[in-house]
């Protein structure tokens, strides 16, 4: 690399983002997509420096061309595009059920001082007949 380039190169460090945009854009002839100051600082010295020492040769060219065709190439969108809409589905998932409770239309049995209470589990709704069930009735009340 000459001094002339090196310099430049050298330059570029020392200039703000805005002016770095400036030379990228005169140097290339097309407009800056990038705030990137490294990689701006980057491809303005890989081109200073081809058009210093000159570029690729045409059998290099002929080559990457031929292996161009192969591969595909990452081509980072516009801005403009438009943006798929998400879609969302009408169905509504189900809890899943608590394993800890009983299945539903158990009936469930437990003495309580001295006294025989039978409970129905229903993972509807809640039902009592009474504020304060009979619990020796045979359907006292129902939980959820």
């Known amino acids: 690399m000459n001094a002339a380039t090196a310099s430049e190169i050298a330059r570029l ?18 407009k800056c997509r990038s705030r990137n100051k490294r990689y701006l600082i ?16 045409e059998r290099a060219r002929a080559r990457a061309a031929e292996l161009a065709l192969d591969s595909e190439v990452r081509v980072t969108p516009p801005r403009e595009t438009i943006q798929p809409r998400l879609v969302t589905s009408d169905v509504q998932s ?3 059920l608590d394993q800890r409770l009983p299945p539903p239309g158990s ?3 437990r003495e309580y001082k001295g006294r025989q209470t039978k409970t129905n589990y229903s993972n509807r709704a ?15 009340y129902s939980l959820e």
């Open 42 to 57: 980057r491809r303005i010295a890989w081109r200073l420096q081809a058009n210093a020492e000159g570029d690729l040769s």
């Open 107 to 109: 009936m469930l049995h």
């Open 13 to 30: 460090e020392t200039m703000t983002i805005t002016k770095v945009i400036e030379r990228f854009e005169s140097l290339f002839g097309e």
């Open 126 to 140: 809640r039902r009592w007949p009474t504020r304060s069930p009979d619990p020796t009735s045979p359907d006292s």
């Open 94 to 96: 189900r809890p899943a």
